[in-house]
């Protein structure tokens, strides 16, 4: 396995790592062809598992997917540092180390869709965007991994948000569409309702609420998104935070006024088909944010 790459290089980070301990001699003759024999041979294990080591395209894309994997877990255990890289190269476990956390890494974010991987737990897709020759000029699984990375963390922070504050145990997919829309109802319902746990019940209660004049200004509803965010671990809550543009808060306090709206509508007893219309109607122009979509059946 060739690791070596051209002066200047941006590929894979392994090879980076080499290629800047050959210039400077931190790395000798013996000490290269060591890691090239740990690579070759990690390479036809990951070719004997997931392809056919008897075939030298396929040998040679599961040496890319090596390179590629252990360039991950080099960047996340030596914290982009070169220098924490090539120690850790030259340790006794070598390649090993680096390509399990980054095997570990893939693992955690990779989209569990339903449909088999070749990979197993490992998404195909993701691997294929590490993956890399060592002569490569660019190597764009940084930033791959970290995008797959802030989708798993807006995934797994909307099931913790459902899981925290919502009182059913069960939730429709198709429900809610974004991360934003799952903190906008939390926010909300808690908002009207004193802190209660979320329930499809938010129009029928708004009869007996009553909207307390402070509530129709931006502060209120961003003290009380920092209020539900305050309750999840620290990383999830940034996560969500990140996720969220900047007209969350006023979409909130335009559906307060929506609402506001509704309940006088609903205590002058107008009908259903008058109450659907008048909803129906602000989310189209307004859409509604926090403001419950479900079927009142």
Known sequence: ?????????????????????LATEQLSAL??????SKAVLMSLKFA???????????????AHDVIGVVSLGLLELADKDSERALALLLAPEGLVKPFQKGWNMLSTVSRHSGAKSLYGEVDAQLLQQLSSPPDAEDWPGWQHYQQALTEHRRNQSMQLLQQQFYARSHFDEFEHFSLEEVLAEV?????????DM??????????????QPHWFNDTF?????EAALA?????????????LGQHFVPALLRTLQFAKDYQTLARQDASPEKLDSFEGKQGLTNPLLGWPQYLEL
């Not at 690791?3 to 800047?20: A, C, E």
């Not at 509803?221 to 998104?225: D, E, H, N, R, V």
Request: no cysteine.
């Open 1 to 21: 396995m060739q690791l070596m790459v051209r002066d200047g290089s941006t590929g894979p980070f392994l090879s980076q790592v080499i290629n800047k301990a």
């Open 187 to 195: 926010v909300f319902y808690r908002a009207l309702t004193g802190g």
């Open 231 to 243: 309750e999840l671990p620290a990383a999830n809550a940034e996560a969500i935070r990140s996720d």
């Open 198 to 211: 979320v329930r499809q019940d938010l129009k029928k209660r708004l009869l007996n609420i009553s909207l």
């Open 48 to 62: 004997d598992k997931f392809y056919n080591k008897y075939k030298m395209h396929l040998l040679e894309q599961a």
């Open 31 to 36: 000490q290269l062809t060591q890691i090239k």
């Open 221 to 225: 509803f961003a003290l009380q998104t």
